[in-house]
């Protein structure tokens, strides 16, 4: 039954099901993660404010032992076709990024059919350009490459 689900999304496909099976997936591999205290990198949970008002959860992944010279980052939106997907979702994308020396932004735009397009590609351009200009005032730990890059975005019209 749930191999057939992810075949291809038409106006057949039961998306509630399919919601409910990756939830359960990700609760099962929740179950078997060691214990926050034994990983190499933290995690923490916030909201970013979408152009709507509406507030998109987030979640940070960052070293605990960052490098002196700064860190690579990564600004990820979770996979699932704008319908299914959570944090969760790249969580093994992110922590592998986070326990090699890196920083992860895992932003969570909300789902369609619910909302409509183009909501979840505003709410993906949203996070991004959110971890742009809260980069300038929070202390990531980016490394001077990425700051600059960041500062570069923050200074042209493509975040307009």
């Known amino acids: 039954m749930i191999s057939g689900m992810f075949k291809t999304w038409d106006t057949d496909s039961d998306i509630q099901l399919s919601r409910l099976a990756v939830a359960m997936i990700y609760s099962i591999m ?9 990983l190499p990198y933290k995690t923490r949970d916030f909201q970013v404010p979408a152009r709507d008002g509406s507030l998109l959860l987030a979640r940070i992944y960052t070293p605990k032992k960052p490098s002196q010279r700064g860190c690579p980052a990564m600004f990820v ?3 699932g076709d704008y ?8 969580e093994w994308l992110c922590s592998t990024f986070a326990s090699l020396g890196g920083i992860a932004v895992d932003v969570i735009y909300r789902h369609s059919p619910e ?3 183009p909501i979840p590609i505003y709410d993906s351009y949203d996070g991004l350009k959110w971890v742009c200009i809260a980069s300038s ?7 001077q490459k990425v700051n600059n890059v960041l500062s570069w ?4 019209s493509i975040l307009e």
Do not use: Q, W, Y
């Not at 929740?30 to 034994?38: M, Q, R, V, W």
């Not at 319908?83 to 790249?90: N, Q």
């Not at 975005?153 to 042209?156: D, F, G, H, N």
């Open 77 to 79: 939106c979770h996979a």
């Open 30 to 38: 929740k179950g078997n993660k060691p214990k926050a205290s034994s």
């Open 137 to 143: 005032r929070a202390n990531f730990g980016m490394s």
């Open 115 to 117: 909302n409509v397009f």
């Open 153 to 156: 975005l923050r200074t042209t």
């Open 83 to 90: 319908i299914i997907g959570e944090l969760e979702t790249e």
